[in-house]
Structure formats: structure tokens, C-alpha cells
């Protein structure tokens, strides 16, 4: 039988851009995966579909799983000869019990490895602003666990030495016993005005920060019902934070952003909503698929005889895609194009055309069906032949207006839009959505909110829609989505990516 084998893997305190390369590589090879409560959704999705997932997390109300019943599950798991996974929130080896889980299974035997992570003792007061050290502040932090009462009188924590050995003091888990340690550090030596700042949900859309003193910080967390999962910092450096609070002034701080484009076009968009402090959430409500054989056989005839067309108008990248994959099966190139003049609907569009060593003819200024017509009036003969490839579900209005142009429009589905098939993500979602988890749904075609509404079911719309925005990428989109009973709150003033994410950040100043 194969050798099983133990990977401890810190996922960081919560942002998932903050795992280690090596730690994400540990997920993608896994076979089982036995993780926290706070454990990003994200970093498990990178899982392999076989992989099986394991839920042991622990909350202040509740265990899942005790801890001898999580040593042993490891290894039960690794005797089958099987790839685990201890995803752990922060590092494992910090207040983690990694070091207690990893004594098991020397104790069996069981071969394993250490995955270090970052730890929100540094990660969540640096994305409040606060550094730990600062060379006019302090050049020693101390972290001490939270979770151990400070009144027992059999305390393996020396007050005395933790209030006056450091500048800076990082607490974590420590919120039920907030008050408890503010006396402590008072009564050895802290003074009552020292800063205090309480961080919760750090590295996440929902973080928040409460700044108080060792005095104060109390009766200010139990007024805001400030609670768990947060890390305390006390400590002068606490005051840097006016000035370096740079995660929550991002434009897009604090907002879940639902993206509904196809997988392989959700990452543009994704990290344009990431650099910009906000959370994208990606939902594919639609999948690219090749085109029905007789739409490839009329796509090969129109390539045999490409050089009798006028113009060619390409409408989407995937458009651009699929036409040169064609292209290339029939074993032509860029070269075989030189009759045609070019027409591209969006930058994104052109940059395809471009990458391929190609010249556009036209690029609209507006980027609709309407506003080519209306440029390209001027350009088209009475019998031109026009070709566009694009998608199976395409709007009617350009071919339908060309022609009354007097072109000759072959129209051909070079590729098809079909619904995402995701069992169970539509009612996954619909509770996100009712739960307020997400704050603003995108759409960018009138395909993703046909989708999405199939997914999610338009009688849900009532459930949520009063706690979440809708954005649109354009006038048609949002024609859409009013028809099927969904208002449009932020529409972008350019049809493009960019153009949405621009819109998104001036609708939340």
C-alpha cells in the first residue's frame, strides 16, 4: 500500500492571497483535506474534485471535532495511504496545536511536513494599518494567546514580565477574556492610556477595527458588541494607524462582489475587484462550448472563401478565439485574411485582433451593435459581404440592420453559450444572497442574468434583493434583467470590464 503522508499547511488569517505557493500546491495534490472554521472557501475550491473535504473547526461555542478525535482522524486517514491536508487558519505551529497534532503521528509512524503561514499575529494589524514594530515606537512585539484566563491563580503567563517586556503585545482568541487582560496589564505596569486596538475579521471584507485604550477598550467592545474572531493589539504603534490605514480606504472595502462570467474570463475581473479592496465572488453562469457541426461545416465555407469578403465583424474575444482555432484546424493563417477589412466590437476585442498580427479597421466608440451600423454607414457598399462569427444567441439587431444597409451578412455561430451546470451552487448562492454575504451582483451580458436567474431562481429575487445592489455592463444587459423582474442599481457608462469596475467604485463613495 502507499505511504500516506501529513502536510501542515498554514491558509493564512483570511484573505486568500496570502497563502504560500507551497501551501496552495499541498491543496492541489490532496486527497483528503481536514480543515478550520476559518479556512477560506476559495482555498478549498483549489482542492482536486476527489479530494475529500473535512470540516473540524473549533468556535468559542462550539468543537466539531475534539482534539484526540482530530490527531486520530489523521491518522486514520494517512494509514490509507492517502495525500492529507491540515489546513489551518494562520500557521499551524502558532496557538494551533500543530505541534501537538504533529506529536501523534510520530507516535504512529506517520510521515509529515510543515507548510508555515502567515500569521494573523502580523497580517491583521498590518491590514489595519498598524505595524508591530516601528524603529521611533518599539523594536520587540510579544504574542501571547487570549484564550487562558488571566484571573487563575495558576496562569503559565508571567503578567509581570508580559506588561513591561515588549512595546507591542498581540493577543489572539482573546476577546472573551478582553477585560481580564486589560486589568492584568494595568496592575503590572501598563499604563491605562495605552492604546488598544481590537481587529476583527483582519485580511477579510468584513474587517473592522475598534481603537480604545487599556481603560476604555472594554466598555467600547461591549457597546459596539465587538466579538470574536479578533486579534487585540496594545501598544503605542497603535496610533500609526491614522496614517497607514490603507486596506480600508481602498474604494472597494468591505464589498463582496458576485462575478458572473464564464470561468475563463472571471479573472480579469476578479482581480480588478481585488486590487481595489473589494472580495470577488465567482459564480459562472455560463460556459463557452464549440460549435454544432453544421455550424463548424458553414464556418469552414466562409474560411475557404474568406477573400470574398468586405468585412469581417467580430463582436467578442471568444468570438476572435474561436474563429483562428477554426482557422487553424484547416491549417491557415493570419495570411489567408487579406482581403477583408476588420471590425472589432470593444478594446478587448481589438487587443485579441492585434495579438495576432492584424490591423482593425473599425473600432465603434460605443460598444453595441447600434453604433457600428451607425460607423460603419459610410463604409459599406450596396452587396458588400460581411462575415460575422460569434455567438450562437447572439442579439439579431446587427446582422438584421447591416443587411438593411444593403450588405450580404453571414451570420455563423462560431461558438455557443450554454448554461454553467453546477449541482447545488444556485441554492448555495440564493442563501449567500439572502444571508447578505454578498453585496453587488455583476452582469455582462444578457446571457449571465438569464443564467443566473435560471441558477438562482427569479422567485428568490424578493428574498434579497433589498440588501443587494445589481451592476450592468450596458443598456442591452440591464434591458434584460428588467424584463425578468431585476432592476438595474449601477449601470457602466463604457460597455467594458473596466468600464463596470469604474462604475462599481463610484457607486459606493
Not at 520587540?140 to 517586556?165: F, H, Q, R
Not at 486596538?197 to 474587517?207: K, S
Not at 479592496?277 to 454544432?292: D, K, Q
Not at 442574468?449 to 435560471?454: E, G, R, S, W
Request: aromatic share 6%.
Amino acid at each position: 500500500m502507499k505511504k500516506g503522508m501529513v502536510y501542515f499547511v498554514g491558509a493564512g488569517p483570511g484573505d486568500p492571497g496570502l497563502m504560500t505557493v507551497k501551501g496552495l500546491s499541498c491543496i492541489q495534490k490532496a486527497d483528503v483535506i481536514v480543515y478550520d472554521r476559518l479556512a477560506s472557501s476559495k482555498l478549498l475550491a483549489q482542492a482536486p474534485r476527489r479530494a475529500e473535504l473535512i470540516y473540524v473547526g473549533k468556535s468559542p461555542e462550539k468543537h466539531a471535532l475534539v482534539q484526540e478525535k482530530i490527531n486520530l482522524l489523521l491518522v486514520e486517514k494517512a494509514k490509507e495511504g492517502k495525500c492529507v491536508v491540515r489546513l489551518k487558519g494562520g500557521d499551524p505551529f502558532l496557538f494551533g496545536r500543530g505541534g501537538e497534532e504533529a506529536e501523534c503521528l510520530c507516535e504512529h509512524a506517520i510521515l509529515f511536513e510543515v507548510v508555515p503561514g502567515v500569521t494573523s499575529a502580523l497580517a491583521v494589524p498590518a491590514y489595519a494599518g498598524i505595524p508591530v514594530t516601528h524603529r521611533n515606537y518599539t523594536s520587540a512585539v510579544c504574542i501571547v494567546t487570549g484564550n487562558e484566563d488571566p484571573m487563575k491563580e495558576d496562569s503559565d503567563l508571567d503578567w509581570s514580565k508580559i506588561a513591561t517586556s515588549a512595546g507591542t503585545l498581540v493577543f489572539l482568541m482573546g476577546m472573551a477574556n478582553l477585560g481580564a487582560i486589560c486589568q492584568r496589564l494595568m496592575e503590572n505596569g501598563r499604563a491605562p492610556k495605552m492604546p488598544v486596538a481590537l481587529i476583527r475579521w483582519g485580511t477579510r471584507p468584513e474587517q473592522r477595527t475598534l481603537i480604545g485604550t487599556l481603560a476604555t477598550i472594554e466598555t467600547y467592545a461591549r457597546e459596539t458588541h465587538f466579538t470574536n474572531p479578533a486579534v487585540i493589539v496594545v501598544g503605542d504603534v497603535v496610533n500609526l494607524r491614522e496614517k497607514l490605514a490603507w486596506f480600508e480606504r481602498r474604494p472597494l472595502f468591505g464589498k463582496r462582489v458576485l462575478v458572473t462570467r464564464a470561468r475563463e474570463q472571471a479573472s480579469q475581473m476578479s482581480q480588478a475587484i481585488e486590487y481595489l479592496g473589494g472580495e470577488a465572488v465567482e459564480f459562472p453562469t455560463i460556459c463557452v462550448a464549440p460549435p454544432l457541426k453544421e455550424d463548424v461545416a458553414k464556418l469552414d465555407t466562409a474560411l475557404a472563401e474568406v477573400s470574398g469578403y468586405q468585412w469581417i465583424v467580430f463582436t467578442s474575444v471568444n468570438g476572435v478565439v474561436a474563429f483562428f482555432d477554426r482557422l487553424a484546424a484547416l491549417e491557415m493563417d493570419v495570411r489567408d485574411l487579406k482581403g477583408p477589412r476588420l471590425c472589432a466590437i470593444g478594446p478587448k476585442t481589438a487587443d485579441e485582433l492585434r495579438g495576432k498580427g492584424l490591423r482593425v479597421d473599425f473600432l465603434p466608440e460605443l460598444y453595441r451593435a447600434e453604433a457600428i451600423v451607425e460607423g460603419l454607414k459610410g463604409e459599406i457598399q450596396e452587396g458588400d459581404r460581411i462575415l460575422l462569427p460569434r455567438a450562437d444567441i447572439a442579439r439579431k439587431v446587427l446582422p438584421e440592420t447591416l443587411t438593411m444597409l444593403g450588405a450580404q451578412v453571414n451570420e455563423i455561430a462560431a461558438y455557443r453559450t450554454v448554461q454553467a451546470d453546477d449541482e447545488g451552487a444556485g441554492e448555495r448562492l440564493c442563501q449567500e444572497l439572502c444571508e447578505g454575504r454578498i453585496h453587488i451582483v455583476t452582469f455582462t451580458s444578457s446571457s449571465t442574468v438569464t443564467n443566473f436567474l435560471n441558477l438562482v431562481g427569479a422567485e428568490s429575487i424578493p428574498s434579497w434583493r433589498s440588501q443587494v445592489r445589481v451592476a450592468s455592463i450596458g443598456p442591452i444587459t440591464s434591458e434584460t434583467a428588467a424584463k425578468r423582474g431585476l432592476t438595474v442599481d449601477i449601470e457602466a457608462e463604457e460597455y467594458t470590464i473596466e468600464g463596470l469596475v469604474k462604475s462599481l467604485c463610484e457607486s459606493v463613495q
